[in-house]
């Protein structure tokens, strides 16, 4: 599910975020999910495995405010309109909230992988008898 990003590498150069961040805000508010309400984290597929797993373990009100976000964007969307500019979301309310537990579900299942794949062998002892 996840896919390798340059934002750690960004993040650690003062100088290319200032460069970058412009760069970046242009490309958030293009995309106009922000004028539907909706948040980054709104955007991920949930046909998979690991983000079903990960919308379950969603405290019951980050649960029910992603719903709430997703039926006003649909029905912006029917609508064709966009949402009062006072409803949009601001760039500092535009945080994960589903990327986390989205990682933490994908290492979990790696690891339940790998120790599945292990091949337990028994030891024999020495001829000496020890």
């Not at 106009?32 to 009100?61: C, F, H, M, S, T």
């Not at 949402?83 to 537990?101: F, V």
Request: proline share 8%; net charge neutral; aromatic share 8%.
């Amino acid at each position: 599910m996840s896919a390798p990003s340059l934002a750690p590498f960004i993040a650690r150069r003062p100088w290319l975020r200032k460069w970058v961040q412009p760069l970046s805000n242009w490309y958030c508010n293009a995309a106009g999910y922000r004028q539907l309400g909706l948040r980054a984290d709104d955007l991920i597929p949930e046909e998979n495995d690991v983000v079903q797993l990960a919308l379950k373990r969603l405290p019951p009100k980050e649960a029910y405010d992603r719903v709430y976000r997703l039926r006003r964007a649909i029905q912006c969307s029917v609508a064709h309109q966009l949402l009062p500019k006072d409803q949009w979301t601001k760039p500092e309310e535009d945080t994960p909230y589903l990327t986390q537990i989205v990682e933490e579900v994908e290492t979990e299942m790696k690891e339940r992988e790998d120790l599945e794949a292990m091949i337990i062998t028994k030891r024999t002892q020495n001829a000496k008898g020890h």
